[in-house]
Each structure stands twice: as C-alpha cells, then as structure tokens.
C-alpha cells in the first residue's frame, strides 16, 4: 500500500513501457482487425474522454471503413464510506447511433466500470452492435463484466501514463506509455 500523498506521486518520475513503435505497430494491428470484422460497413468510434485522444486519433487512421467520431465523458463520484463510485456519463454524443456499428474507444480499461456504464447508456440508443476496443488493459483490476473485443497492451497493476494518459491531468502529451515508478 503506497502511502505517498497525490502530490508527491504526481512528481514522481516514469520508466518506459511501450515506446512510440510498439504503439504504432499495435494500433496498426487492431485497424487492420477492425477493417477486416467490418468490412463493407461503416462504423461509429465512440472516444471516452479525455484518454482516448491520441488513440482514437491514431486508430481512426488505420481504419479503412466509413467511420464518424464521436465522444462522451464520464465522472466518478465516491460517496462517503461506499466501496463503488458512481458513475454519471456525460452524454455529448452528437451522432444518433441507433442501427449502427458502434465501437467505444478507451484509452485504459481498469476496474472496467466506467466502461461499463457507458455500454449500458449507449445500449438504450439501440446500436447494431457495441464492442469495445482499448489499448491498455489491466484485467487483473476489473470489477465489472465485461466483454473487450479488440485490446492493444495487457498490464498489470500499475499507474501508466502518456499516449493521452494523465496522472492528475500531467503526461497526457507523452509519445510513449510510461509506468510511474514507486520508490
Ligand atoms: P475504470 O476503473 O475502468 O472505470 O477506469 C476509469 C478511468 O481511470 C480510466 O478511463 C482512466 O482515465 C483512469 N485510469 C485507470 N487506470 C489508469 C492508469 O494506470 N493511468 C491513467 N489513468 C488510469
Ligand atoms: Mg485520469
């Protein structure tokens, strides 16, 4: 149990975990899955904000389908002595996605409640399908079901940052994934 203040933590320094072409690669390799699955359809990337910027900007890249964008953000709120934060999507999707081929784009899946919440609003707007696609995800964290179709990275329990990742809303325009070191 890490008894550093958030303070301290967000002045700590960070080691390298997946550097700019191991990212490239990897976001190459989920398009190219994604063009495959969908192809002859036309698709909605659906970004969690605000860690899904350079990822979904990298992503809709290397998607060779029709693809529209759009966005949503999502606010945790701890309550007390409750052990479950709740959940309140901020829904600023301008795109009706009833019928469509929906893909929620994250940045990081930890205990997978955002996310999961998220699928469930989106689910009343009865989308053809709804997948997910991430490019970090610490399954070993997740306390919620869910189903992740397309991951990029699996890690373990640990804070990363960059590629649109922040720790108190620093490293967010690092080029690479970094891991915050403890020490
Ligand atoms: P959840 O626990 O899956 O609901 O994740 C909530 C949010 O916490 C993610 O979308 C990220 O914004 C943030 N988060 C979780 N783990 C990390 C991390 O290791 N680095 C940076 N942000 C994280
Ligand atoms: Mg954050």
Known sequence: MSTLSSRERSAKPFELLFDQKQIARKVEELGKRITADYAGQTIVLVGILKGCVVFLSDLMRSIELGAEISFVSAASYRHGTRRDDEIDVLDCLDTPIKGRHVLIVDGIVDSAR??????????????????????????????????????????????????????????RNLPFVGRLIDR
Do not use: C, W
């Open 114 to 171: 955002t996310v999961s919440r998220i699928i469930e609003v989106l689910r009343k707007q009865e989308p053809a399908s709804l997948e997910i696609v991430t490019l970090l995800d610490k399954p070993a964290s997740h306390r919620s079901k869910v189903q992740i179709k397309y991951r990029g990275f699996v890690v373990g329990n640990e804070f990363v940052i960059g590629y649109g990742l922040d720790n108190m809303q620093k490293y």
